[in-house]
């Protein structure tokens, strides 16, 4: 991370649990992940945007 190449995945990207993942929530993961600190969502967005999938029915 200090040498400005990012947070290793915590995932397999090709795999099959993953691929599984709404697509939102896959989304929400890549954005906590930017290489750019500043552009990471903060809790209290990271918080909204899981009780908005839950609103929606989307199940993880």
């Given at each position: 991370v200090m040498a400005?190449?990012?947070v290793p995945l915590p995932y397999d990207p090709k795999s099959s649990k993953w691929m599984a993942l709404p697509e939102e929530f896959q989304k929400l993961v890549h954005a906590?992940?930017?290489l750019n600190p500043?552009?990471?969502p903060n809790s209290?967005?990271?918080l909204q945007r899981l009780k908005t999938l839950k609103m929606e029915g989307i199940e993880l």
């Amino acid at each position: 991370v200090m040498a400005g190449k990012g947070v290793p995945l915590p995932y397999d990207p090709k795999s099959s649990k993953w691929m599984a993942l709404p697509e939102e929530f896959q989304k929400l993961v890549h954005a906590c992940l930017h290489l750019n600190p500043t552009k990471r969502p903060n809790s209290g967005i990271v918080l909204q945007r899981l009780k908005t999938l839950k609103m929606e029915g989307i199940e993880l």
